[in-house]
């Protein structure tokens, strides 16, 4: 479906930016007077409506910056005239109102992805994955979806500044090239490069050069989320730095040991994907009794993805997990020395007797967090199990420097303290704001002579140096990277650069005192030169073109390295207790604090970010902002209780006590909030909040968004540590929660059943033995209805939706995806404790169980259902919501005049409403990222999902100019294209062979509240679980 | 034309007593005595300091509506506490607090004159006009709580560009229907029963001005036999055509809420329930308005105290037929074996970190207060009525509270269960109307006659005359 064309020039978006820089001053004066002031245009999506401190602070760091920017272009030349003409020559592929889709690839974190991004007359305005990248498969991360946001975010750093001065990049080069002159003669003794993880070949070989030309000068990595235990497992285990890469294909018994690999990490997309291919049950009633799933333990603390979706879940504190996994591996041969209190003894020999039952089927995952020696055992016992070349193989690693972060960081912090560093220069990161609070980094970084940080944002970090280099986004310039696998991918810009930013590889080339090569010459010359090492010159030009379409370069996936475990890999086994297991040596009643990256803001770099600030947290729900989480039992010997409700309520927030969190004379407060399912003695808080310096969204000085918890996390401790301290005190903060009410109430909402009832009674789902339990039908006897019933007969098409909750993992992908296609807005903070969040589809998440030991948590995604016999139409005063001739549920904005009749009789409350202007009409740059095939609503009008509606009616224009009839599969909605695991399916039901019809056959198949009647579109197939039966929950 | 000019036909006229032996007509009282007492109040006695300090406290509360108002216009309804899933608050609660209100006016003066209850005739013109007003408070409310009020027109059936009706399977069409209606018949049944008391004020006034306008108002009413006939056949008529609206407009109002599938509204209970509601508080406000009355105009000898008691004895009989309404709802959703519906009422009585509180004390208010009023000399303290009233007002504010909000804010899934929590807005949106209210009332009695004096005169012993045209 998707039109992958080749590459074009990008289109200059001439009415925001112009190349020239003293025209894009003139541009900025010329806006001043014309229209609204700079300083007073809204943001992308202003938290709070009234905020005027925002606006302040605002105009504190742009206002006299750009009103002497004005000035300059006043005073040199006229105003441009810009003259508008249509196109003369049609661009290639380019049909006037239809979009355009160009391959790219978005780096974050390390993790490169395909993408394919949707281009609307030269603005790009969705991401979708790319299919035929490794690590995509076309499926997409919610941090994918909510990048186009920031692309653009009117926060992002526009121009050069030194100490918030604006300058232009000449001034800036002419300042910083004597500094660099200084370093040449000296072999660049004083110059220090301090990046994030970088995946890009071409920047790593430019970095590379830069060291050998200046020998002297070093090369630091550090990344607040960085998988350096991970790594160092592996040295452990094989002697040298290698990848695990996972084949959840094949495996039958997964074990993973506090790894949420469904939802963050490398490959995380492909990995969901693999694993809930093995979890997907299609059998019909008949063969139900073939069906198999694959079985998944998860150990871990506070709930993940992962965790809720486990088969057998074990909330342990960090410090026993451990333990945990060496009784495990004791259990299964390897001499590790390790035994576990008796109530875990069950599970230890359930689970090494399972995987010893799979040996080559099956999988042990040791997560980000755990320490090496974790990771060894993993190795060792997926070597133990003969899983290796089977379900895991090792790579090459992708990074191109891969030590450790934080000692890479503290040797940076230790030269600069001893003033050896007279020249840093920071690529991207936020070390300001991220470094361990131990290192004291922004102290030493005072004693650094010229500080220039090249970054996305002005950040807390920029503050601290003398020049601020305005960076590109992955959407504006040239790059490449390597995904998870190896295989790499061309970052390809798909418009010129917004703002004045410039890559990380012009600026490197700037400091290699190279002329100026265009970003997009320095990634050819790398491919020109890689394809000539293998090729000659012939071919090239193809070679190139290939890879910008396909978005992918081929043959690049590393090739799997055969590694044996390395002689003597047991000796830490022995030695290494007391190192690696810090928390050991805290009293048996001391708390454990363990550090996560957030969910949605991760470390801190996407707080800016409305989308993700506002998208609930997977399993807490929270959004905007962090908390303290503990589990009912550990709250309960805290005294605290989920406070008063605040607004919304259990829809909204609720007022939380404050608690001080203290940890080796470091003190933080946040506000608690507790979790059912987090393991007892633990306190898990989210990095990334409460920014200093992140913008209007994402928080600054005196109005933080949450609270920052990097002020606890030191260079020994990175991810937990034991030795916490918790006062409850007086305070107490409100906390904005989407869904505090965890329990389904024993309704009927997520039906569930093991795999064994499954193949003994296919037909569970809609059993009499249910209707006896509840009392109540499970289904209507037909459809009952007073009024005409619509007619939905083939030929006409008949629009369903079918959402999988087995293989759901609740990564609110779908969620952001919406938000984006449908230009839903960002309604912050107050408005979410509020309870009027806009979210189209959101998903609900219910946990089973006692609140001390839950036994199951589900994710139910709930978009419109689309009812045959829907509640909200007959009840509409002006027949504003009302059936289509296909049988959607359509809403007519413009009648809309707001009774809200339609919210209260809908059953599944999917309908939201404008309570207030929340629709951002007023700043420029947002109003670019609206998909113009959607209607921006206004206040006062009622909206909910429309089952992408403009991707249906453009499926129907097309089919029908090309005489054909829809394609199954044709139709993606933008939840469905998002979805990593395939759990959404959307078509025509009436088709006999379409996928969703074939679903709706499944025995699995159930309908939310069928019993009302409302026979809706939007149905579900029961969540099947595969527990051992060894182990008794 | 004088007062005496009214000694028309009227049959079956009582005595000083009515057959129950109370005293519903005023003692010691000539046909003269009550024009010149009651069209003096008006005419004659002076703006007290009281009366104007009154309306000065109700107008500053209209300027709180205003204000409210204003704000909402300009910034949306988002400024009250409603949210997503209690999308209805404070305004609806409001608007079937006020439409109940009105119902006690078109009782007492439809359906009793029909009945031919005479003890009407004192409190009917009080009765009518805070029909009056208290729909017209009530129609603030829907339209104020629109989304988008400018178009509140699009509810209505006329034709446009749009080739549009509105969609009359909706129930909240039926309120537009009902409620103008109502509005409508009530007015003009208010209007026309004063007519030949607005004649009366013409003619006795002394300010030129007065005449002027009491003279348009009467519409050239001159007491003629013709006159008489064709009022008095019109009246009963407007009485006939008003009787089925004091059923019909909170039935329709109710089906609000019992045309939707939320559990706890869908109940097929609601219409007379809410009629009952509705008569029950309409009587509660009657004697709130009357029992000041009495006192600062002086009119103890036309509004009794035995008025007060058959009042009293109403609003017994009410608050037992709504308490019926409670009892039923609850047992029935128990019964009935809806494990949703049955949550939604169990919780309603339970939830007391939600509504609980509110459920209980409109239970305290609406059932347990009204049973002083089985004690003959409890009905007959004017202090006990008062604070009954009062408590009665609020009671039924309440239910309507717990009502709307309990069953929205938690309803099928609980994923979705939220809380209403009123803002300063809600509140000031309510005070404001009840300023509305008030100063409307205040007007009214001072430049309209609060009794109505040709009925009144019509019940004197005096008025019985020759026997004509019989």
Same mark, same amino acid.
């Given at each position: ?8 020039? !990008? ?21 001043? @007077? ?67 889709? +160009? ?97 890009? !070949? ?41 990848? =695990? ?100 003894? =069950? ?264 989308? @993700? ?117 007086? *305070? ?37 033995? +249910? ?8 289904? !209507? ?8 019933? +619509? ?56 946990? *089973?169980?006692?609140?001390?030991? !839950? ?179 | ?156 059936? %006329? ?46 006034? $002394? ?17 003629? $036999? ?90 017994? $009989? ?36 939600? %509504? ?115």
């Amino acid at each position: 479906m998707h039109d992958k064309s080749e590459h074009s020039p !990008p289109i200059d978006l001439g009415s925001i930016h112009h190349p020239d820089h003293g025209r894009k001053h003139w541009r900025a004066l010329e806006e001043t @007077l014309a229209g609204r002031p700079e300083s007073e245009r809204h943001c992308a999506d202003q938290p709070e409506p009234n905020d005027g401190m925002s606006r302040r602070q605002f105009v504190t760091l742009m206002g006299a910056s750009l009103a002497l920017a004005g000035l300059s272009g006043c005073s040199v030349k006229p105003a441009p005239s810009t003259e508008i003409v249509p196109y003369v020559h049609q661009p290639q592929g380019m049909t006037p109102g239809r979009p355009q889709y +160009f391959a790219t690839t978005m780096t974050f974190a390390g993790n490169a992805v395909g993408l394919l991004v949707e281009s609307h007359a030269g603005r790009p305005t969705k991401v979708e994955g790319n299919p035929d990248h490794p690590a995509s498969r076309g499926a997409t991360d919610t941090f994918h979806q909510a990048s186009i946001l920031t692309f653009y975010d009117p926060d992002r750093a526009q121009t050069v500044t030194q100490t918030g001065q604006t300058r232009t990049w000449s001034e800036a080069w002419a300042a910083i090239r004597p500094a660099m002159l200084r370093q040449r003669e000296s072999r660049g003794r004083g110059l220090r490069v301090l990046t994030e993880t970088i995946v890009s !070949p071409t920047l790593a070989q430019q970095l590379e050069a830069l060291l050998r030309e200046l020998p002297e000068a070093k090369w630091h990595v550090y990344e607040p989320v960085s998988r350096d235990a991970a790594l160092a497992g592996t040295r452990l285990a094989f002697g040298e730095l290698v990848n =695990p890469i996972y084949d959840f294909h094949r495996a039958d018994v997964v074990l993973s040991i506090d790894a949420d690999f469904l939802q963050c990490g490398p490959g995380s997309l492909r990995y969901a994907a693999d694993f809930m291919d093995r979890r997907r049950v299609r059998a019909t009633a008949a063969d139900a009794k073939r069906a198999t799933m694959n079985r998944l333990y998860v150990v871990e603390t506070a709930v993940s993805c992962t965790g809720a979706k486990a088969d057998h879940r074990l909330a342990l504190r960090p410090s026993q997990i451990e333990d945990f996994a060496r009784a495990v591996a004791t259990k299964l041969g390897i001499h590790s020395g390790g035994a576990v209190a008796g109530s875990l003894d =069950p599970w230890v020999t359930a689970i090494a007797s399972d995987l010893g039952s799979h040996r080559g089927h099956c999988l042990v995952v040791a997560g980000d967090r755990q320490p090496p020696m974790v990771h060894l055992l993993a190795h060792a016992l997926n070597d133990r199990l003969g899983n290796v070349g089977s379900t895991v193989s090792y790579v090459p690693v992708v990074d191109a420097r891969p030590v450790d972060r934080v000692e890479s960081l503290r040797n940076l912090t230790r030269a600069m303290d001893r003033g050896e560093v007279e020249l840093l220069l920071i690529l991207g990161g936020n070390p300001a704001y991220t470094a361990p609070a131990d290192l004291d980094f922004v102290k030493q970084l005072q004693k650094v002579s010229l500080r220039i940080h090249h970054g996305l944002y002005v950040n807390e970090t920029s503050y601290q140096c003398h020049w601020h280099l305005p960076e590109t986004h992955y959407l504006e310039a040239w790059s490449d990277a390597r995904a998870f696998d190896g295989t790499a991918s061309i970052v390809q810009p798909l418009v010129q650069p917004l703002y004045q930013g410039r890559s990380a590889h012009d600026v490197i080339a700037m400091f290699a005192g190279s002329t100026e090569t265009p970003g997009r010459e320095i990634v050819r010359s790398y491919w020109q030169h890689h394809w000539g090492r293998q090729h000659g010159q012939e071919g090239f030009e193809q070679f190139w073109q290939d890879a910008l379409h396909d978005g992918v370069i081929a043959n690049t996936a590393s090739t799997p390295k055969h590694v044996g475990l390395k002689d003597g890999w047991q000796t830490p086994l022995a030695s290494g207790r007391a190192k690696s297991s810090p928390a050991e040596q805290t009293e048996s009643d001391g708390l454990e604090i363990v550090f996560q990256p957030d969910p949605t803001i991760y470390d801190g770099s996407w707080a800016n970010n409305g989308w @993700l600030q506002e998208l609930p947290k997977p399993v807490t729900k929270l959004a905007w902002g962090n908390a303290a989480i503990m589990s009912p039992k550990t709250a309960g010997r805290l005294d605290v209780t989920i406070g008063p409700y605040a607004h919304g309520g259990e829809h909204g927030g609720y007022s939380m006590p404050v608690l001080e969190l203290s940890l080796d004379g470091r003190k933080m407060q946040m506000p608690a909030w507790i979790m059912p399912g987090h393991a007892d003695g633990v306190v898990t808080v989210y990095l990334g909040h409460g920014r200093e310096q992140a913008g209007r969204i994402g928080g600054a000085a005196g109005r933080n968004v949450g609270f920052n918890a990097y002020r606890l996390r030191t260079a020994e401790h990175v991810w937990h540590s034991g030795g916490l301290h918790v006062v409850k005190t007086a *305070e107490s903060q409100l906390v904005a929660c989407t869904q505090a009410h965890q329990s389904m109430e024993g309704r009927d909402l997520v039906r569930s059943a093991t795999l064994a009832r499954f193949r003994a009674s296919p037909n569970f789902v809609m059993t009499d033995e +249910f209707e006896h339990e509840h009392g109540e039908l499970r289904e !209507p006897r037909g459809s009952l209805t007073l009024y005409e019933p +619509f007619d939905y007969a083939a030929p006409k098409h008949r629009w369903g939706m079918i959402i999988d909750l087995t293989t759901c993992i609740g990564c609110h992908s779908c969620v952001v995806a919406c938000q984006a296609e449908n230009n839903i807005p960002v309604v912050g903070k107050g408005q979410v404790l509020r309870g009027r969040e806009m979210h189209w589809l959101r998903i609900d998440r219910y946990v *089973e169980g006692p609140a001390d030991k !839950p036994t199951h948590f589900f994710f139910q995604p709930v978009p419109c259902m689309h009812c045959e016999n829907a509640p909200c139409e007959y009840v509409c005063p002006v027949e504003a919501t009302v059936h289509s001739d296909d049988g959607l549920n359509d809403m007519v904005y413009n009648r809309c005049v707001g009774t809200r009749f339609c919210s209260n009789n809908c059953p599944y409350k999917v309908r939201r409403f404008n309570f207030h202007l929340y629709a951002d009409y007023a700043t420029p740059s947002r109003r670019l990222q609206f998909n113009p095939d959607v209607t921006v609503r206004s206040r006062g009008v009622m909206e909910k999902c429309s089952y992408c509606v403009q991707r249906i009616r453009r499926a129907e224009i097309d089919s029908r100019t090309e005489q054909r009839s829809i394609v199954d599969g044709e139709i993606l909605t933008a939840c469905q294209a998002a979805c990593p695991v395939q759990a959404i399916v959307f078509g025509d039901i009436n088709d006999t062979r379409s996928t969703v019809r074939r679903w709706k056959e499944s025995p699995l198949h159930y309908g939310l509240l069928a019993d009302l009647n409302t026979n809706p579109r939007t149905t579900y197939l029961a969540a099947l679980r595969n527990p051992n039966p060894e182990i008794d929950t | 034309m004088g007062a005496s000019a009214t000694e028309t036909v009227k049959d079956d006229m009582p005595g000083q007593r009515g057959s129950d032996g109370m005293q519903y007509v005023p003692m010691g009282h000539d046909l003269t005595s009550v024009t010149e007492k009651i069209s003096g109040l008006v005419l004659t006695r002076p703006i007290g300091l009281g009366w104007l300090g009154f309306f000065g406290v109700s107008n500053g509360l209209v300027l709180v509506l205003f204000i409210a108002v204003a704000y909402l216009l300009v910034v949306g309804v988002g400024i009250w506490g409603i949210q997503i899933p209690t999308a209805w608050g404070f305004a609806i609660t409001d608007f079937v607090w006020w439409i109940g209100i009105g119902h006690a006016g078109t009782l007492i003066s439809a359906f009793l004159l029909l009945m031919h209850q005479k003890w009407r005739t004192s409190i009917n013109r009080i009765a009518e006009a805070m029909t009056i007003f208290a729909v017209m408070c009530a129609g603030l409310f829907p339209l104020l709580h629109l989304g988008r009020p400018w178009f509140f027109y699009w509810l209505l059936p %006329y034709p446009n560009t749009m080739a549009l009706w509105p969609q009359f399977r909706s129930a909240l069409i039926w309120d537009v229907f009902a409620v103008a209606t109502y509005f409508t018949v009530s007015l003009l049944f208010w209007y026309m029963g004063m007519i030949p008391d607005l004649a009366t004020l013409r003619d006795r006034t $002394a300010s030129r001005v007065g005449r002027i306008i009491y003279g348009m108002l009467a519409l050239g009413w001159r007491n003629s $036999a013709r006159h008489w006939h064709r009022f008095e056949m019109a009246y009963l008529l407007l009485g006939g055509l008003a009787t089925p609206l004091v059923v019909s407009v909170h039935s329709v109002v109710s089906s609000d809420f019992a045309m939707s599938v939320v559990p706890a509204w869908h109940e097929t209970v609601f219409p007379p329930y809410f009629v009952a509601g509705a008569i029950f508080s309409g009587f509660a406000m009657v004697l709130l308005l009357c029992i000041p009355i009495r006192h600062v105009y002086h009119l103890k000898d036309f509004i009794t105290i035995d008025h007060l008691d058959v009042m009293a004895k109403l609003v017994l $009989a009410t608050s037992l037929l709504t308490s019926y309404g409670y009892l039923s709802e609850q047992s029935l959703s128990w019964y009935a074996g809806d494990n949703v519906e049955w949550y939604t009422y169990f919780f309603r009585i339970t939830g007391f970190g939600q %509504y609980a509180i509110i459920t209980w004390t409109l239970f305290f208010c609406n059932t347990i207060v009204p049973q002083v009023l089985w004690f003959r000399s409890l009905r007959r303290k004017e202090w006990v009525l008062v604070i009954v009233s009062l408590l009665v007002l609020v009671g039924m504010w309440l239910e309507r509270y717990m009502i709307i909000t309990t069953s929205l804010s938690r309803d099928y899934l609980p994923s979705s269960w939220g809380f209403f929590k009123p803002t300063i807005w809600d509140l000031a949106t309510y005070f404001g109307s009840v300023g509305v209210f008030l100063v409307a009332f205040l007007l009214f009695a001072r430049f309209a006659p609060i009794l109505s004096m040709s009925e009144t005169r019509a019940l004197l012993p005096g008025a019985h005359g020759p026997e004509v045209g019989r």
